[in-house]
């Protein structure tokens, strides 16, 4: 019988209901299980462990075509052959386990591999020693029943951490980054030797990685990767290195797409990868190399976040989410535990070994196949060679006797013994060689003792098994992605000005489609806009085409939150008292849209005056007052300076109690904020004021910067905290002083000599870089100091021996044009040159245990901790 919700089979009604039940659950394991998350004991997929094996029954040591191996995969993969074919390939694109021969596509560009029936691949030699042993594998029927399968193959290496793994499955996904192959066999050995271990991921397209919210890879963790990125010039930017799981096709679409909307502004970009990537940028005319950068991570695919999720299954049982230390940990016993059962079925085979060759031995030495010549049956044979054995062969229980020559057995001896005896043949009972059996003999017990000492010692074998894996096969797999800390890029602040924005002052509207309006500023379209309006009122809105704001304003611009530096000086008369108040304030917060009034809010009140200052500015303004008040002086001053900078909302001082007429700016004053406080970091190159890094100075308004590089050019500039550095390419990065002398030790390559140079800097025309080297090719700068007095040592070959010298450049050399050659110091190359002086000088602006540096050199082109100190030697590369 049949109803609506349900079929009849065999008298019982099954609802559709559980049948849905009892089918997706039975769907949604099959996928975790045998589809899309890995296994914990071999970090392989089903369809991975099944290619493997499959190669493993085809190898010879040579090549097969991708095709015949998918054939042979198919009889235990019951799915398609495209799903094999990608398996493959993306195995065989990782070079771990598999030795890929023809076109099997490009990971950096996306490009795919040949067709199948044109690629070969075999198992590396890597595989063959970590991945297969038939005897400690456990294995299962194919899903066809004809075969023989591993359930999981007996892997003595953490490989699901060296390739990683990406599944999604049925409400299930995982995602387990790749780590670096030594830094695997590093942690393993450090865990056998019971101490604690921290891993983090390595990709093979490089890039740099921050992991301070790695969580171990356990979910809910976070990492971010950027690509690397290079500033050649202020015209073109090189991408070097892609971030994880991009190609550079994709990275070069949101490129463009970020172009296209206006958040980044460039001429093209040009695709020169091949065996390593570039990515060759060029820059719109007037933008700035550095702010793109930003940019770049900010809106484009050169910087994404990732959320691990380690979840693996454990004994064929269920998924568990775990930490990549714990799969370590997990994978390190486990090998410990493999090599443990090779070792006893080493030790099997060998004690098998020794029990039989003691056997032959006697058997053939003895002459015991003499007394089976009479035997009338097999059985008789059998039973003439036990009685045989039994005089040459002592029992356990039985003491040695003097002279007793019996030989003492590892074990009893069985049926199967004395018949493999009988199978021995007349030619090589004939070509016995009683020494060279000895010699095996002896051979075969070391081997024994050691198998045994290897036992008895398991940690100590398996810290050797995983030294021998680094060692074998370490080379060339050292760490290709940099560990680092990212500083969060304001979008804001590095968005390209796409757009304009206008005001309509009278009718009360600003946006970016007013274009017959008046012009106020460039800005991007994700900036926020602050408006001041006559009624003392203020409202920040987000750029649109047109938005109402309120008649009557009197400034506009782009506002930028946590502005601390920006300040409003402003004179309103309050409404109910008829004072002329004076106050000055930042807006740092605010809630967009909002209305905030800047007066007391009595009926009446107005703005008198008005600025908007960048830096703090605090200017002189001149009152003058209506000629019907009672007030003796009709017009005076009022400096800003006197005011302290306080919140918005602050009523403000009293200026006067009179009557206003006008107010009218007198004269433009100076911050009042003192010097902003600048840093460098030395890792990224960024300016910040957040004291990160090395400090460079207070810089006021009007202050330079100046930074000498390494390739012989200075650069005086304004400070511009969008700018980023190279620090393994300066030499001095600091605030400019006018009495500041540059002192420079340079090879010169026309003439082959060694110069000393000091010069002052007399170029006038800040942001542009000059050099001061002359321009042939072989040219190097050696140092570069502002020290006021310069002390250096300096060292070179003469008939093969190693000669120095002290030399104080001060008393050295004059300070001349900075286009002048200099004096000679030396008559060809030199070795090496060190500063003797202290190249960090205090500075009045100089926090407390903080100094500016004289000079940030750098050894080895690297930055940071390797700063140049006194008595450290700059190596010279030529």
């Given at each position: 019988m049949e109803n609506q919700h349900g079929t009849e089979t065999n008298g019982e009604v099954t609802g559709l209901k559980g049948m849905y039940e009892d089918y997706f659950l039975d769907y949604a394991s099959y996928v975790i299980l045998e589809r899309a998350v890995p296994a914990i004991e071999d970090g392989l997929k089903p369809v991975q462990r099944r290619i493997l094996h499959a190669l493993k029954e085809m190898d010879d040591g040579?090549?097969?075509?991708?095709?015949?191996?998918?054939?042979?995969?198919?009889?235990?993969?019951?799915?398609?052959?495209?799903?094999?074919?990608?398996?493959?390939?993306?195995?065989?694109?990782?070079?771990?386990?598999?030795?890929?021969?023809?076109?099997?596509?490009?990971?950096?560009?996306?490009?795919?591999?040949?067709?199948?029936?044109?690629?070969?691949?075999?198992?590396?030699?890597?595989?063959?020693?970590?991945?297969?042993?038939?005897?400690?594998?456990?294995?299962?029927?194919?899903?066809?029943?004809?075969?023989?399968?591993?359930?999981?193959?007996?892997?003595?290496?953490?490989?699901?951490?060296?390739?990683?793994?990406?599944?999604?499955?049925?409400?299930?996904?995982?995602?387990?980054?790749?780590?670096?192959?030594?830094?695997?066999?590093?942690?393993?050995?450090?865990?056998?030797?019971?101490?604690?271990?921290k891993i983090y991921p390595d990709f093979p397209t490089g890039g740099t990685v921050d992991v301070s919210d790695y969580q171990s890879g356990k979910r809910g963790g976070r990492i971010k990767i950027r690509a690397t990125i290079e500033k050649i010039d202020n015209k073109f930017i090189a991408i070097r290195e892609i971030p994880y799981g991009l190609t550079t096709q994709t990275l070069i679409d949101s490129i463009i797409k970020a172009n296209d909307k206006g958040k980044i502004k460039i001429k093209k970009v040009v695709d020169n990868t091949a065996a390593e990537v570039e990515l060759l940028i060029e820059l719109a005319p007037g933008i700035s190399p550095d702010v793109t950068i930003d940019a770049l991570y900010a809106f484009t695919g050169c910087e994404l976040s990732v959320s691990p999720n380690a979840c693996v299954i454990i004994e064929g049982d269920k998924p568990h989410f775990v930490t990549v230390e714990e799969i370590l940990q997990y994978n390190t016993q486990q090998t410990k535990d493999l090599l443990r059962q090779e070792l006893l079925i080493r030790q099997k085979e060998l004690e098998e070994k020794i029990h039989f060759a003691n056997l032959e031995k006697i058997f053939i030495e003895q002459r015991i196949y003499r007394d089976i010549e009479e035997a009338e049956s097999f059985e008789q044979v059998l039973e003439l060679i036990r009685t045989g054995l039994k005089k040459y062969v002592r029992e356990p229980e039985e003491k040695k006797k003097r002279n007793d020559q019996r030989l003492l057995l590892l074990r009893d001896i069985s049926e199967e013994d004395i018949t493999r005896l009988t199978e021995i043949r007349i030619k090589r009972i004939s070509k016995y060689n009683s020494f060279k059996a000895d010699e095996l003999m002896v051979k075969?017990?070391?081997?024994?003792?050691?198998?045994?000492?290897?036992?008895?010692?398991?940690?100590?074998?398996?810290?050797?098994?995983?030294?021998?894996?680094?060692?074998?096969?370490?080379?060339?797999?050292?760490?290709?992605?940099?560990?680092?800390?990212?500083?969060?890029?304001?979008?804001?602040?590095?968005?390209?000005?796409?757009?304009?924005?206008?005001?309509?002052?009278?009718?009360?509207?600003?946006?970016?489609?007013?274009?017959?309006?008046?012009?106020?500023?460039?800005?991007s379209d994700v900036d926020d806009i602050i408006v001041f309006r006559q009624d003392g009122t203020l409202v920040v809105t987000r750029i649109a085409d047109k938005t109402f704001v309120g008649k009557d304003i009197i400034h506009v611009n782009v506002w930028k939150k946590g502005d601390e530096r920006t300040t409003y000086n402003m004179v309103y008369l309050d409404g109910k008292t008829g004072r002329a108040m004076a106050k000055r304030f930042n807006v740092t917060a605010i809630t967009r849209d909002r209305e905030y009034d800047l007066t007391k809010g009595h009926k009446g009140s107005k703005l008198?005056?008005?600025?908007?200052?960048?830096?703090?500015?605090?200017?002189?303004?001149?009152?003058?007052?209506?000629?019907?008040?009672?007030?003796?002086?009709?017009?005076?001053?009022?400096?800003?300076?006197?005011?302290?900078?306080?919140?918005?909302?602050?009523?403000?001082?009293?200026?006067?109690?009179?009557?206003?007429?006008?107010?009218?700016?007198?004269?433009?004053?100076?911050?009042?904020?003192?010097?902003?406080?600048?840093?460098?970091?030395?890792?990224?190159?960024?300016?910040?004021?957040?004291?990160?890094?090395?400090?460079?100075?207070?810089?006021?308004?009007?202050?330079?910067?100046?930074?000498l590089y390494k390739d012989g050019s200075y650069e005086r500039e304004e400070l511009d905290l969008t700018r980023r550095y190279d620090p393994s390419n300066l030499y001095y990065i600091g605030k400019y002083e006018e009495d500041m002398v540059v002192s420079a030790v340079y090879f010169e390559g026309e003439r082959g000599v060694t110069l000393v140079k000091r010069f002052n800097i007399e170029t006038s025309s800040p942001g542009q870089a000059f050099s001061f080297l002359t321009d042939h090719k072989q040219t190097k700068l050696y140092l570069a100091s502002v020290h006021p007095s310069p002390e250096v040592s300096y060292a070179w070959r003469e008939k093969r021996e190693k000669k120095e010298r002290t030399v104080k450049l001060w008393e050295f050399i004059d300070v001349k044009g900075w286009k002048s050659l200099g004096n000679r110091l030396h008559d060809g190359k030199l070795l090496s040159v060190k500063e003797l002086n202290d190249p960090f000088l205090p500075t009045e602006e100089a926090p407390d245990n903080k100094k500016s540096p004289n000079g940030t050199a750098k050894l080895n082109g690297k930055g940071g901790k390797d700063s140049i100190k006194p008595g450290d030697t700059i190596e010279l590369d030529f």
């Open positions: 040579r090549y097969h075509k991708v095709a015949n191996v998918i054939g042979q995969t198919m009889q235990y993969h019951p799915h398609g052959d495209a799903a094999i074919g990608d398996a493959l390939v993306n195995m065989g694109q990782k070079h771990l386990l598999i030795d890929p021969q023809g076109n099997w596509g490009n990971t950096l560009t996306g490009d795919s591999a040949a067709a199948s029936r044109y690629i070969e691949a075999r198992l590396t030699k890597f595989a063959l020693d970590v991945v297969f042993n038939p005897q400690t594998t456990e294995w299962q029927l194919s899903y066809d029943g004809r075969k023989n399968e591993p359930v999981n193959l007996p892997m003595k290496f953490p490989m699901l951490l060296a390739q990683g793994a990406e599944g999604i499955a049925v409400g299930l996904s995982t995602k387990i980054m790749p780590h670096n192959f030594q830094e695997l066999c590093k942690a393993s050995i450090k865990i056998l030797e019971g101490k604690k271990v075969l017990e070391e081997e024994l003792a050691q198998v045994r000492h290897d036992l008895a010692h398991l940690t100590e074998y398996t810290i050797s098994w995983y030294q021998g894996l680094l060692d074998k096969y370490g080379k060339g797999r050292e760490r290709k992605t940099t560990i680092s800390t990212f500083e969060k890029v304001e979008v804001a602040a590095v968005a390209a000005n796409n757009t304009k924005l206008y005001v309509n002052r009278k009718e009360g509207f600003v946006g970016q489609g007013l274009k017959k309006e008046e012009f106020v500023c460039d800005c008198l005056y008005f600025s908007a200052n960048p830096n703090g500015e605090a200017e002189i303004i001149t009152a003058q007052l209506s000629q019907s008040s009672k007030a003796r002086q009709k017009t005076f001053d009022f400096d800003f300076a006197d005011l302290a900078i306080k919140s918005r909302g602050a009523a403000g001082n009293i200026m006067t109690r009179y009557p206003v007429r006008k107010v009218t700016l007198k004269e433009v004053g100076k911050s009042t904020l003192g010097a902003m406080r600048v840093w460098m970091d030395e890792v990224s190159g960024r300016l910040n004021l957040d004291e990160r890094g090395q400090f460079l100075g207070g810089f006021d308004t009007g202050d330079l910067l100046l930074a």
